[in-house]
């Protein structure tokens, strides 16, 4: 059964639109045509999930599947969670807004390690039980002859954190879906059709599943004394692969959501995996072998995806993006070929080492877009530690090329606490950005800006520094070493990441299964990641508290105290025993609770790298230099992909706006059903993506930041509706007024119908100048006893029979202003007794002068001493002067049959 979304919408949940749904691009499978129904289900917030681009690929790839939908889900904000709870309504999918609870199967993607809380979160919100075991006993399948019995998808996680150390959440999961998923989801998908053909139960269901590489299920595992985990039976494999696919841009051209979202631009993925050896960072080891994409290929998407989605801009997207040949070439082809659509291309964090004039080039369209350098450390014995590849000329060449090419601000990231770390390399961080700012410089040219974002090391599984932490206490204090030289210098804005959220981090990222009692106490104390953000010292008293509980404080105290001090072991094997040096190996040797997760990266090796980072040795990267000898490359994994660059194409001229206006065309358009819950500002948005989708030639007004000529008159209330939008178009070129009709529909919602389409002298006054009224409809309800015609029909006389009633208004400058709401006010009528309608008409000036819907509430309240209810508002139409203001003949049918009542 569906949920009626719009019954649970009401006024004080903040960006309804977020719960809706029903996007461009969204697939909208029939619930009957399809045997397995997924839903992936984001634990974060509606702009962030949609931003994702995994998300994207893997719902785009599942829906392609015969036989098989996929919807997804996001987690609610706090206040629709609470009127979920209130109204005891399950959470939902956005497609088909059926209960989670009805799929077969819930993906979680789990890229963080204090995220787990948000999925316990939405697994509450469900009415689903938040662990393996409360599910163990019941089946996946809907039984169609008896909908009342007990069912309970099967629920998995996938992701970065998931496939490195997956045990801290195995509590809560059927199974793991370990690294890429775009070919190892269809797979589990087909057993999951023979599983419901054959009505298999849970666990022979997941015994299947179990034999597919990259299936890890922690049921038929065991956790040893040590931490280590093993099979309990034999017909499991003792490891679990990391699943590796190539990128397919063809499925990354995403649905275009009718809010404002975190990255709000197409992405495509030109390159997966990263071979530059960088040691404390995971993605670089868990993404291996690296993969580029053909030139062509992500040049043919990129067009394709700006013109069905109607982007303004969009992002390559790779972990390390300059590492891409090609792409100063493809960025050039893009531009060139979009160049009459006024997009800007924005791209990540970048290698500085690279950066160059032909970067610089493709970055931004006519409009320049931020710039993010991540030096990661201040001095070059620090960067040849974590095997950076990174010097300082280069680093300053970089910086020097983004200056010359126009840049007044960047931003630069940095890590401290690293292996190995002196004082010395901690200020020479600050002294690195001051040498850059003087470096940088000219007499024409304000001085160079650098925002900075200062983090602390956090040990990650499978990368050579797993065996390293640092005390919270040392955090601190390197903190201040810092804050104390940046205050000293101008232009540098710095911010440091908060060493508690580092260390539970890092307590939980390294943690066995043990954990699991922790992460789901925290969840019950009310830890989230949003939490984290909006009271920090409530989320992490949330989380200790769940530690103390758990009786594990002594293993987080190891943790703030910095337990493995390699660096120090490292220096003292070279004293007078070998005392240092044998705990140095077993250290190295102890089991960890990740060691049955076949990461392809081989232990020994990271042991091998590990010591060579304590000799402040490098590595080069296999990608463009000879093999490392990490273990990746093989039959398991694949081998690097380095495809060669092709000519950079010659560049056709930045987009000149055509600020010709030769046509003007006024249309009367509606918003309707769920569109009352898309703001003024989307709305724009959204039309001005129609505009692009549909070829239509707009003009462009003029300046630094050109943008499209949509103009719409007023703004209305969210959640209102109407019936009587205008907007006006500025075209370059005429086109006859039903193609522009017709093209414009194709690519607007069937809740914004367009009415009418009149054009207007290009010249003449703008649509707010033109607009002098409005005719509103409004459901109202009164707390009384009473609700009879005769009684409104009074009030309403009353109110139409003052000359003033006052209303208090509060100017932007905070100062008090009587206003006359009556002289405002021109017509009002009752025209429906069916949850009482009122019709009025009032003023709508550009000098700020409108009657607003609260006003009438608020006359009638005054007049009357009664207490109203504003239910709903839809506008009817806006008013120029030539236009009438009477109601249909309906409506004054009705108000006629009245008019004799006092």
């Known amino acids: 059964m569906a949920v009626a979304v719009e019954q649970l919408i009401t006024p004080e949940i903040n960006q309804p639109a977020r719960y809706l749904g029903q996007e461009l691009g969204a697939k909208r499978k029939p619930w009957e045509s399809a045997l397995v129904r997924w839903s992936l289900t984001y634990p974060e917030v509606y702009e962030v999930g949609v931003s994702n681009l995994g998300h994207v690929i893997l719902y785009n790839i599942l829906n392609t599947q015969p036989r098989q939908l996929c919807d997804r889900a996001y987690l609610p904000a706090p206040d629709f969670a609470q009127k979920l709870r209130d109204t005891q309504t399950p959470l939902f999918a956005v497609e088909s807004r059926r209960f989670l609870i009805d799929f077969d199967i819930l993906g979680f993607s789990l890229s963080y390690e204090l995220g787990a809380t948000n999925i316990l979160e939405m697994l509450d919100l469900a009415a689903i039980p938040l662990t393996w075991k409360d599910r163990q006993n019941y089946s996946v399948w809907v039984n169609e002859k008896d909908s009342t019995q007990l069912h309970y998808p099967l629920i998995f996680a996938g992701g970065q954190t998931a496939t490195s150390n997956p045990e801290p959440y195995a509590d809560f999961f059927d199974f793991i879906a370990l690294g890429d998923g775009e070919e190892l989801l269809p797979e589990i998908g087909l057993i999951l059709e023979e599983g419901k053909k054959n009505n298999l139960n849970r666990e022979a269901l997941l015994l299947d599943l179990a034999q597919i590489p990259g299936v890890y299920v922690p049921q038929f595992y065991q956790m040893a004394e040590d931490g280590s985990v093993h099979p309990q039976r034999p017909d499991i494999p003792a490891k679990i692969l990391r699943r590796v696919a190539a990128p397919m841009p063809a499925y990354s051209i995403k649905f275009v959501p009718y809010v404002q979202t975190v990255h709000d631009r197409l992405v495509i993925e030109v390159r997966r995996g990263c071979t530059r050896g960088c040691r404390f960072c995971q993605p670089g080891m868990l993404t291996r072998p690296a993969r580029d994409v053909e030139p062509e290929e992500v040049i043919h998407t990129v067009e394709k995806g700006m013109k069905e989605t109607g982007y303004n801009e969009f992002s390559l997207l790779s972990l390390s993006c300059s590492d891409y040949l090609s792409l100063p070439s493809v960025g050039m082809e893009i531009k060139n070929r979009l160049k009459d659509y006024n997009v800007s291309l924005a791209l990540p964090s970048q ?416 649509l707010t100048d033109a607009v002098t009224q409005a005719e509103y409809h409004l459901t109202v309800s009164w707390r009384g006893e009473e609700n009879t015609i005769p009684e409104w029909l009074k009030w309403v006389n009353a109110v139409k029979a003052r000359s003033e009633i006052l209303w208090e208004k509060t100017t932007k400058s905070g100062n008090k202003k009587l206003i006359n709401l009556r002289e405002q006010l021109f017509e009002l009528d009752v025209i429906s007794l069916e949850g009482t309608v009122l019709r009025y008409v009032g003023s709508c000036l550009n000098d700020g002068t409108q009657l607003r819907p609260e006003h009438i509430i608020e006359m009638l309240e005054q007049v009357t001493q009664q207490e109203f209810q504003l239910l709903h508002i839809h506008r009817q139409k806006l008013l120029t002067p030539s236009e009438p203001t009477s109601p249909s003949e309906d409506n004054l049918h009705f108000i006629q049959c009245y008019n004799t009542i006092p």
Request: some cysteine.
């Open 351 to 766: 290698r500085v080492d690279r950066f160059d004039e032909n970067i610089a080039n493709i970055i931004g369209g006519t409009r320049q877009s931020g710039l993010t350098f991540a030096p990661e450390a201040g001095t070059q014995r620090m960067r040849d530690i974590i095997n950076k590849g990174l010097t300082n000329e280069e680093l300053l060449k970089g910086v020097k090329t983004a200056f010359e090419q126009g840049w007044d601000k960047i931003k630069l990231y940095f890590m401290i606490g690293l292996p190995g770390e002196t004082d010395a390399d901690v200020l020479g961080i600050a002294e690195t950005v001051a040498w850059l700012q003087r470096e940088c410089s000219a007499q024409d040219r304000r001085k160079l800006n650098f925002n900075l974002t200062i983090s602390n090391f956090t040990p990650k599984p499978h990368t050579p520094f797993q065996w390293h932490s640092v005390s919270t206490s040392e955090f601190q204090r390197k903190q201040k070493l810092l804050r104390q030289e940046f205050h000293r210098m101008r232009g540098v804005k710095a911010n440091f990441t908060d060493v508690r959220i580092s260390a539970m981090e890092d307590f939980v990222g390294r943690g066995d299964r043990r954990l699991g009692a922790v992460v789901r106490r925290a969840w019950e104390l009310g830890a989230g990641m949003d939490s984290w953000w909006e009271s920090l010292d409530r989320a992490f008293g949330a989380w200790t508290q769940a530690i103390e509980e758990a009786g594990l404080s002594w293993k987080y105290r190891q943790v703030e105290s910095g337990e493995w001090n390699l660096i120090k072991i490292g220096n003292r094997e070279q004293g007078t025993g070998n005392r240092e040096q044998q705990d140095y190996e077993l250290l190295l040797d102890q089991p960890l609770p990740w060691d049955h997760i076949n990461s392809g990266i081989d232990k020994n090796w990271l042991k091998a790298d590990l010591k060579r980072a304590l000799e402040a040795a490098t590595v080069p990267d296999c990608s463009f230099e000879s093999c490392s000898h990490c273990g990746v490359c093989g039959t398991d994994f694949g081998h690097n992909i380095v495809i060669k660059s092709p000519p950079i194409p010659k560049f056709s001229g930045e987009f000149i706006p055509n600020v010709q206006k030769v046509q003007r065309l006024r249309v009367w358009f509606g918003k309707l059903g769920d569109m009352a819950l898309v703001g003024h500002l989307d709305l724009l948005k959204l039309l001005d993506r129609a505009i692009r989708r549909a070829s239509i030639p707009l003009a462009f007004t003029a300046g630094y930041r050109p943008s499209p000529r949509i103009s719409i008159a007023y703004a209305l209330p969210l959640g209102a509706t109407s019936s009587g939008e205008i907007a006006d178009f500025e075209l370059t070129e005429s086109m006859d007024l039903e193609e522009f009709k017709q093209k414009l529909a194709t690519g607007l919602p069937e809740t914004i119908p367009l009415y009418q389409i009149q054009e207007v002298p290009v010249e003449s006054s703008s």
